[in-house]
């Protein structure tokens, strides 16, 4: 299968990601001693730089090739990992130590970019524009299962050996994957041909939206479940990221083809409340196996999302412009995660850990009005008033 060897490395790519997604706010909060809003700037840093550099990533995989933007994201990678390393040099200073790991998980969050875009772009080239919908499917599916397969993984780690551990597995593991792209065919640079930014965005800013407000609970729990669990002394606080990774995938795999069945917007109009009321048994659960099905539940309703949103963007937005559409949606969701977990961090010194979870059940509830006006406004109707 052509697609394999770049499945392997997102796989590996994501395993960063993924290791320090349930310790890192440990380390933050447990070990650097900072409040949970700073657990939400660290975490949320990463998406910022997402957000940021997810354009450039775009112009550079166009201009220098796909092969070329998977590697140069790999070795940003290294560099992110050799950060975590320097900040413990100065846990005894812990501001200057939070700082260091801020710019890691920046460089962590652009690194993300140009993998992400680079083997999006990779395999498309490779299987072919007719194949689009199956090489993204693989792809995601690489993403979500190193998501699921690191959480524990990393938990372990940190537990036995800390987070000096982490962050030596984050700068090596980048390394391993480059003599996996290496070998590969390169696809030739391609011309993007756009269209104007201003009306591409008032195509998608809907969709948009829905997406922005779904991926609260997203964030809410990659961010903050472990710190609840830790809380409450519920052990395994890992199997939460796992349940997560795993429900998205299936969701992915099993019912991938819906939005194109039965339109994206009533799609995702039963994702929001699946969402949402994952996210509220979580807020409401008395014990860790109640929260544990709202993050399962999260995680189900979560996954078509970003496909059922996504298929109501593209058919608004101008058929010449349809990459220029992808990137300015997708920055929509590096907005919710670069911005909205500090606010959730905030939003937790202030009322609680529970709160976080009540807020992003909330959110999810608020896209469902943004659906049902998808649903009743066709990208037809919507694309000739807007002509």
Sequence with gaps: MKLLPIMAAVFMAYLVIGVAMPVLPLHVHQGLGFDSFVVGLVAGSQFAASLFSRMWAGHHTDHKGSKHAVIVGLLVAVA?????????WFVATPRLSVGILLLGRAVLGVSESFVMTGALSWGVGLLGT??????MSWIGTALYAALAASAPAGTALYAKYGFGAIAVVAAVIPLLALPVVRPLPATPPTARQS?????????????GLGLALSGVGFG?????????YAARNWDAAWLAFTALSIAFMLGR??????PDTFGGARV??????IEAFGQALVWLAPGAALALIGVTLTGLGYSLVYPALGVEAIRRAPPEARGLAMGTFTVFFDITMGLGTPILGGIANWAGLQAVFFVSALAALCSAPIAWW??????????????
């Design 253 to 258: 795999t099993l019912f991938g083809h819906l």
């Design 80 to 88: 992110s990992g050799l950060l975590y390393l320097v900040s413990l």
């Design 130 to 135: 007719q194949r689009t919908g199956r090489a």
């Design 195 to 207: 269209g104007g930014l201003g009306k591409v965005a008032g195509a998608v800013w809907m969709p």
């Design 268 to 273: 995702a109009l039963s994702c929001f409340l």
């Design 374 to 387: 998808l649903m009743v406004t066709p990208a037809r109707q919507w694309r000739s008033e807007h002509a």
């Design 220 to 228: 809410a729990t990659t961010t903050f479940v472990s710190l609840l």
